[in-house]
């Protein structure tokens, strides 16, 4: 397996890939690769963590990637901590800085974070001495997902340069698109997002993105379809008429396979709304590397773990006390 | 404290004649009584036991107290925040000599005894002279009005339901009809309160930022509607807190149609990008209406230059740290500016050549005062005029640090910005402060 090159590396947090560089990104991905090697072997444990507190602090309900970040800390041997919590509130319960700080003088040293609020673990890097890795901030950006599809893509297609990637569904409301936008542009591929006008950001157009609103005239441009999920509130809040249009213009068929490119892949974060943003025969189908995503996830989130911990400087304390 | 107080050999500017230069104030009794070359035996005439008290201002620019009319304390209510005593005493340090305090406390102040109260409170701290603007309808509920005839007999300088306003545009249109009979005009936030239900400026930034957006074309749509029932009513209307191109449009579209429609910008607005707020998500640059792009404020400055924004203001809204110490979604708007508000207009207008300084203080002090009906006594160096005064370096750079504020609340937007001018003696009344002491 490849060593991790510690030169490289030297964030103690991970909040997002748009301030990571291209050597960086690469140099997670092929940190992975050597991991992914682990979870072959029948003894599925590495000792790189040993000794170390890994917190899953999660503000929202999440099922894989919780699980996957719990995973990847147990094979790298690390003690792990799970608290799953209500939204933090100023005026009930304590602030998430306090909550940090408190962790922290337990003796945490990475802190894995999915919150609702856009910056929350910027917040939390600040006032800790603690790792911070983003799970999910609002709707800013899920690092982890954009790196483990971009490692996905790479497995299939090697060098991404000028590989065309579509991104489908609510581009708005998408932590993950904006991953995949940012890790995707800085390895050279033409990237474009598809979906209803009023989903999708046109501001996206100065970093480059394609903007595309009818899904048929595009369908044999794109190497991959990431389809996002679509979620149902947003048609509430009056985004988009109806689901049935939404499907109609937008969701993943066989007859819309079949008019794509014949090595096109079709990716999915999950969770799924099967017959909704993609049909039942078509996320179990041959050009669904669903699944795969999740097996890269585990690997990717076992590379950043131990990378962002080898950047961590040597001695902690309990964060805001001591630099107040 | 001194009856009589003679400042000598400072620069003037006296944005009611339009005149500037190198000259002398004479205060006495409170009040200007004369301002251009005074001799010190004049003086001496004038005052009743002969005792003068000089200040020597060689260097400095004299002039007239600062005016703002947009400042959120926190009493009643939220005390904690601030208090009009405080308040009136951080306003001093930024050379501000009247203020006029918005409705938005909680109570909110919509009646003649918080009126009055507000009016004590500043009399009893003897700083910054505080005027209540008081609330069109009770409770800012956009529903019965408030005893706006015996509110101004209490003090009050001006009328707004504070940023709730455009929710209820019946009240507002109603409001301005009623408030038109007794001459004070009626301060709306210009924001469309649906459309605008976003933490940041709507645009680039905030789609990079994944925050919700707060579109300008929902302040141009509020103050278009606030210009028609100007229009209507003949009501004054000043349009509180412009802060993009399409709010700068909607006024001047409304000027060249003879509205009866003054503005405002808030000094910060002049100097923070919404490209800084998305870079740290720092919640001291959290501020409402949001901060906008360089183009916005590149018209901003032109709307100041053309006259169609009259008034610099604070904007001044204190908010504790542990509120600003929260996810940026959550945490309140508000940012201090009592303090920097000349020095953000000297440093952003008249070092980079936008405004000739008298036209930058013209809109901190007379400008303002009209706005606030105040301008008989305040606002000019006219003798007769209250004898307030801003007296400042219009060179010296300071950072602002927290330590730099005097004001408890440290929530600026502008934390680690060099700012160039700063003000060196605020004179209230009968009262010199040296500002270099602290």
């Not at chain 1, 893509?153 to 060098?159: A, I, P, T, V």
């Not at chain 2, 509205?259 to 923070?272: D, G, M, N, P, S």
């Not at chain 2, 209250?386 to 937007?413: P, Y």
């Amino acid at each position: 397996m490849t060593e991790p090159a510690p030169l490289l590396w030297k964030r103690k947090d991970l909040l997002g890939l748009e301030e990571l560089s291209r050597e960086e990104i690469l140099h997670v991905l092929d940190t992975a690769r050597g991991f992914s090697e682990i979870s072959t072997r029948s003894i599925k444990k590495a000792p790189a963590l040993r000794g170390k507190v890994v917190l899953n602090l999660f503000f929202e309900p999440s099922t894989r990637t919780k699980a996957s970040f719990s995973l990847a800390a147990q094979r790298l041997s690390a003690d792990l901590v799970d608290i799953v919590k209500e939204a933090s509130s100023a005026v009930k319960g304590e602030t998430l800085v306090d909550t940090g700080c408190n962790l922290q003088a337990m003796g945490v040293d990475i802190v894995i974070l999915r919150h609702q609020q856009a910056g929350a673990p910027h917040l939390l890097a600040r006032s800790l001495d603690a790792c911070v890795v983003n799970a999910g901030d609002g709707t800013h950006e899920h690092p982890t997902q954009g790196l483990l599809d971009i490692f996905t893509m790479r497995e299939k297609f090697g060098d991404l340069t000028g590989k065309k990637i579509a991104l489908v569904g609510d581009i708005t409301h998408s932590r993950v698109a904006r991953s995949n936008i940012w890790g995707l542009r800085k390895l050279g591929a033409e990237v474009g997002i598809i979906g209803p006008r009023t989903l999708l950001p046109g501001a996206f157009r100065e970093l480059g993105v394609n903007l595309h609103y009818h899904l048929d005239e595009v369908l044999d441009h794109y190497d991959v379809f990431n389809i996002l999920r679509i979620q149902m509130e947003r048609q509430k809040k009056g985004m988009f008429p109806s689901v049935r249009e939404y499907h109609h213009l937008y969701g993943i068929d066989s007859r819309r396979v079949k008019k794509m490119k014949p090595h096109a892949l079709i990716m999915h974060p999950g969770p799924i709304n099967r017959g909704v943003e993609i049909s039942q025969e078509v996320a179990d189908g041959d050009h669904s590397v669903i699944l795969r995503q999740v097996t890269n996830g585990l690997a990717v989130r076992m590379a950043v773990l131990v990378l962002v911990q080898s950047a961590q400087p040597a001695t902690h304390g309990s964060g805001r006390y001591e630099h107040a | 404290m001194s009856e009589t107080i003679l400042i000598k050999g400072g620069y003037l500017l006296d944005p009611a004649t339009g005149k500037e230069g190198v000259g002398d104030v004479l205060i006495a009794g409170g009040k200007i009584v004369a301002a251009g070359n005074v001799r010190l035996a004049d003086a001496q005439k004038s005052s009743p036991d002969g005792h003068v008290e000089v200040l020597q201002c060689e260097g400095l620019h004299v002039a007239p107290g600062l005016v703002d009319l947009r400042a959120h304390m926190g009493e009643p209510g939220h005390d904690s925040e601030e208090t009009i005593a405080h308040g009136a005493e951080v306003a001093v340090h930024g050379g501000f000599t009247t203020v006029a305090c918005l409705p938005d406390t909680e109570p909110a102040n919509d009646n003649v005894a918080s009126a009055l109260f507000v009016r004590r409170q500043s009399e009893q701290a003897g700083f910054a002279d505080v005027w209540p603007v008081c609330a069109l309808t009770r409770n800012r509920e956009g529903r019965e009005l408030t005893e706006i005839g015996q509110l101004v007999e209490a003090g009050a300088v001006a009328f707004s339901d504070e940023q709730r306003g455009s929710d209820t545009p019946a009240a507002i249109l109603r409001g301005m009809s009623y408030a038109s009979m007794f001459d004070r005009a009626v301060i709306e936030y210009a924001q469309d309160p649906e459309l605008a239900g976003g933490v940041m400026n709507a645009g680039y930034e905030s789609a990079l930022a994944g925050l919700s957006g707060l579109p300008a074309v929902a302040e141009e749509l509020a103050i278009a509607r606030a210009c028609m029932f100007a229009r209507e009513t003949g009501c004054h209307f000043h349009a509180g807190k412009l802060t993009s191109r399409n709010a700068v449009r909607a006024v001047k579209r409304a000027r060249k149609l003879g509205v009866r429609v003054t503005a405002e910008v808030c000094a910060h607005h002049l100097a923070v990008t919404d490209d800084e707020v998305r870079k740290a998500y720092d919640t001291n640059l959290k501020v409402f209406p949001p901060f906008r792009t360089r183009e916005d404020i590149a018209w901003l400055k032109r709307g100041l230059r053309e006259g169609v924004i009259d008034c610099i203001v604070s904007g001044h809204r204190p908010v504790p740290p542990q509120l600003k110490e929260l996810e940026f979604g959550a945490a309140p708007f508000g940012s201090v500016g009592l303090e920097t508000a000349l020095a953000v207009a000297l440093t952003e207008l008249v070092h980079t050549s936008e405004l000739p300084l008298l036209a930058a203080i013209t809109k901190l002090t007379l400008n303002p005062a009209k706005v606030l009906r105040l301008d008989k006594r305040k606002g000019s160096l006219s003798p007769g005029t209250d004898g307030d005064l801003c007296i400042f370096d219009l060179k010296s750079e300071w950072q602002v640090t927290e330590s730099a504020l005097f004001s408890h609340a440290k929530n600026s937007a502008l934390l680690g910005r060099t700012l160039k001018g700063r003000p060196k003696f605020t004179v209230t009344r009968n009262r010199v402060i040296d500002l270099g002491m602290r």
